[in-house]
């Protein structure tokens, strides 16, 4: 049996940094997640004659590999005992880009597995999620969410407007490890209180519809701009090629432009255009539609 699935990227529509938790020493945060068009392929189909285990193929991406932490994870948990499997991911997310592409590999191979083996509930998946990473329960099923803790607490939230996400790939690659702590050096985090009010304010207006402007922020943008000053000159040429909107996604080192309201798509297709001789090429997406539970 061979099973395919689709891996959206996610973009952060907004990312509020608050402190550090006593018990794990990870950031607690408020973040407004929204997968895009833009996907991995993922297919799961039994292994080669003479394999002994499970084999993760990633073509152009070296070391180790969420999904197949994710696979491993999924058996151990469920005491699946299938032949092994071979899972091949086809990478069309920019790597270590701050668009979740390896958390959106691991939820897909999440629901690879299920769905081969008719194991696991929503509460095992997010468990498992929750384990492997911080963006990975937001991306189990994708959508629109606001994900709060560290990323492990998520409440689906209605479809937004449509809108057109133009997508400047950065020159090198960031770890997020060192973008928190180049944020806490620089002092970023919100205290807990103003993390609470914003928790509110985001979640109230993310409810309603779509986030207002002003809201538009990601607390890590100045961390990341520290480690890789090349970003602004991609955020300036998101907004030169007529961005409503231009923020980095995630912890970087991407750059996002949106171009908001009913042409927003048109809008960002002809910015990719007028941008096309940069490298690595522009590339356009728009927001994935919740999927069903």
């Known amino acids: 049996m061979t099973l395919t699935e689709r891996a959206p990227a996610k973009i952060n529509l907004c990312l509020h940094l608050g402190p550090t938790r006593p018990s794990d020493g990870r950031h607690e945060l408020v973040s407004v997640m929204q997968s895009l068009t833009l996907a991995d392929e993922l297919t799961l189909e039994p292994a080669p004659e ?56 691991a939820a897909a191979a999440l629901r690879l597995a299920a769905r081969a083996s008719g194991l696991g509930g929503h509460a095992l998946m997010h468990e498992l999620a929750t384990g492997l990473g911080a963006d990975v329960p937001a991306q189990v099923r994708p959508g629109r969410v606001l994900a709060t803790g560290a990323g492990e607490r998520v409440e689906r939230l209605p479809d937004g407007g449509s809108f057109g996400v133009l997508v400047l790939p950065g020159t090198r690659e960031l770890s997020t490890a060192a973008v928190y702590r180049e944020a806490d050096r620089q002092g970023l985090a919100r205290d807990e209180g103003h993390l609470r009010r914003r928790h509110a304010e985001v979640q109230e207006a993310a409810s309603g519809g ?67 001789g940069r490298r690595p090429a522009p590339l356009v997406a728009a927001p994935e539609p919740n999927w069903p539970a």
């Open 50 to 105: 003479g394999a002994g285990e499970d084999r993760i193929v990633c073509p152009g991406v070296e070391g180790p590999n969420l999904g197949g932490a994710a696979l491993a994870a999924f058996r151990a948990a469920t005491g699946w005992e299938a032949p092994p499997q071979r899972l091949t991911i086809v990478k069309r997310v920019p790597v270590a880009a701050g668009m979740g592409g390896g958390s959106g590999d």
């Open 210 to 276: 779509d986030l207002p402007l002003e809201m538009l922020v990601n607390d890590l943008q100045p961390a990341a701009l520290a480690l890789a000053p090349e970003i602004d000159e991609a955020l300036a040429a998101a907004r030169a090629a007529g961005a409503d909107v231009a923020l980095v996604s995630g912890s970087g080192p991407t750059a996002l432009g949106l171009f908001l309201g009913s042409d927003g798509a048109q809008r960002a297709r002809l910015a990719a255009d007028a941008l096309a």
